[in-house]
Nanobody
């Protein structure tokens, strides 16, 4: 299973970015997809998650209300829309999956497959 995150960049505080996660070889609507981030000197943290059914989503408190995770099945892509970005959102963002068909957030299996990250920098 291969995943690839993209869409990062440099944005001013208060701006928006939409990150994309593509997963060639699997149908993302069958799997849980999670977004994670790691800032310099900090541990990796879970940011958002969307279950295979889209019935359940999860957001870390620090992005709740500012971010939306959603799926476009036609494009086999999961997106993380982030608004009102803050300097503390600066990090490398990764998407991942536990690789278990039908799993829901939060994963009971642990994330087994990770994509290369995309850098998000929020700075004026």
């Amino acid at each position: 299973v291969q995943l690839q995150a993209s869409g990062g960049g440099l944005v001013q505080p208060g701006g928006s970015l939409r990150l994309s996660c593509v997963a060639p070889g699997i149908s993302v609507d069958y799997y849980l997809i999670g977004w994670f981030r790691q800032a310099p000197g900090k541990e990796r943290e879970g940011v958002a998650c969307i279950s295979h059914s889209e019935d359940t989503t999860y957001y870390v408190d620090s992005v709740k209300g500012r971010s939306t995770v959603y799926r476009d099945n036609a494009k086999n892509t999961v997106y993380l829309q982030m608004n009102s970005l803050k300097p503390e959102d600066t990090a490398v963002y990764y998407c991942a999956t536990d690789g278990v068909v039908g799993s829901n957030c939060p994963s009971s299996y642990g994330m087994r497959y990770w994509g290369k990250g995309t850098q998000v920098t929020v700075s004026s």
